[in-house]
């Protein structure tokens, strides 16, 4: 009996380390994405502005600039300019949506429309 439980005790210490070896790994979560800078979305706000403006006389955008030091986006258009004053917006209440121009006789392109609030006594 006793040769018995030495080879049993034998045995499960060989199988105990193999069956711990195999448990299940868990994987570390990734990294947040990291918020981008207020350079990065001007950037992609301009690049987006300028390259949804189709020459159609509804929304060209001849070009648009920031200025960080007042916060001001300036849309040039071919009758005038927008300044947006970015420090005023309200981030919470954007909102895009896809707006069709076409009227019954022409048909356009669509067009994506930005909508933004402004914050209280700014």
């Known amino acids: 009996m006793t040769r018995m439980a030495f080879i049993c005790a034998a ?10 070896a195999q448990s299940a790994h868990h994987k570390s979560k990734p990294e947040p ?6 350079q990065e979305v001007v950037e ?13 006389g509804i929304n060209d955008n001849i070009d648009v600039e ?3 030091s007042t916060k001001v986006l300036t ?3 071919p009758d005038g300019h927008c300044d947006q004053f970015m420090s005023a917006l309200n981030a919470n209440d954007v909102v895009w949506d896809v707006f069709d121009p076409s009227s ?7 067009l994506i429309r930005l909508t933004l609030v402004s914050v209280s006594g700014k």
């Open 104 to 110: 019954p006789t022409q048909q356009r392109e669509r």
């Open 11 to 20: 045995v499960l210490t060989a199988i105990l380390p193999a069956s711990a």
């Open 75 to 77: 849309i040039t258009q």
């Open 44 to 56: 992609y706000i301009r690049g987006a502005l300028l390259s949804l403006s189709p020459d159609d």
């Open 33 to 38: 994405k990291p918020e981008p800078t207020q």
């Open 66 to 68: 920031f200025d960080p």
